[in-house]
């Protein structure tokens, strides 16, 4: 197999023990920053939109089976964020956006999304107000997903990824 499909798996890894076990310690109002869907979106970006969907729902799939929470919901929201962030896939642009400020831009609109649709099929509450939901379960993880890729971006350039 070729390396590019291997060393996302690879990195997947131990971002997935970091998020299970560290990065809930550093929750602000019960928002926790998703570090797995920066690596998806960084990866989307590089290598197009099928790659960003296939490896978005290899990413849910196997955050899922690890976790122990509801199988599909986070498949399906990390599926439809590699697909939105494979949209920035373009190969004039690439560059620009991973090694700019954009990069945290497309992080926080992929990142609502998936905590909306995360939120949405694995919440018991039925009866919340969908525009309280909005706020608390997609915003507040998106924009602190959004900051912690800033800070990934300024320490860890892009083209050591690559």
């Keep these: 197999m070729k390396y590019q499909f291997i060393f996302p798996v690879l990195l997947f890894i131990p971002l997935l023990i970091l998020q299970t076990t560290i990065i809930p310690l550093f929750s602000v109002y019960s928002a926790v920053p998703d570090l797995i869907l920066i690596l998806l979106v960084f990866y989307a970006i590089s ?23 509801l199988l599909g919901s986070a498949m399906l929201s990390k599926t439809v964020a590699g697909f939105i962030a494979g949209y920035f896939s373009n190969e004039n642009k ?23 649709v995360y939120s949405f ?30 800070i990934v971006f300024i320490f860890l350039p892009a083209r050591r990824l690559t």
């Design 121 to 150: 099929f694995s919440s018991a509450e039925l009866q919340r107000n969908f525009l309280l939901l909005f706020f608390e379960q997609g915003l507040l993880p998106g924009l602190y997903t959004a900051v912690i890729s800033i």
């Design 47 to 69: 290598y197009g939109q099928i790659f960003g969907t296939f490896l978005g729902f290899g990413y849910g799939f196997l955050f899922d089976l690890i976790t122990g929470s």
């Design 94 to 116: 690439r560059d620009v956006y991973l090694r700019s400020y954009i990069f945290s831009f497309i992080v926080f609109l992929c990142a609502v999304i998936d905590s909306i």
